[in-house]
């Protein structure tokens, strides 16, 4: 099973780890990043986490060496930019929610260019559209 940190533990977060509770034989969460004390307690019991694995802050998990085999970074959108450059400095697969930066294009792009020399990167964006607005957004 694929070994998950999910920093960010709002709406988006708990789509990726209810699909770990799901199919835990594909995907496993071991870690996750999040300030807010409550949803860090809501997530920590789903995912049977013991205080070693919980992180208050993305800066904590991504000073260790790297245990796990991919990042879901979750966050508000300015706060991707940075755990998602420290993580690929870690070597980490990274799923991002879009977007990757939320001003500066030109160093956001060097970035993007970076990260993909190191390793997977996929930047997710299904949940900016609900299905309704989907098929808008196509005729767009």
Request: proline content about 4%; aromatic content about 8%.
């Amino acid at each position: 099973a694929v070994k998950l940190i999910i920093i960010g533990c709002g709406q988006r977060g708990g789509v990726y780890g209810q699909y770990a509770v799901e199919h835990p034989s594909l995907c496993q969460v071991v870690a996750i990043a999040e300030p807010n004390a409550k949803r860090r307690l809501k997530f920590a019991k789903k995912f049977k986490l013991d205080r070693k694995q919980v992180f208050n802050d993305w800066h904590d998990v991504l000073k260790l060496d790297k245990f796990a085999d991919a990042v879901v970074i979750t966050t508000q959108d300015k706060m991707h930019f940075q755990p998602a450059v420290a993580a690929a400095n870690l070597k980490y697969h990274i799923l991002l929610e879009k977007p990757m930066a939320v001003n500066n294009k030109k160093k956001t792009f060097k970035h993007i260019n970076i990260v993909r020399s190191l390793l997977s990167l996929l930047i997710n964006d299904c949940f900016r559209f609900p299905n309704p607005n989907a098929e808008a957004s196509l005729l767009l």
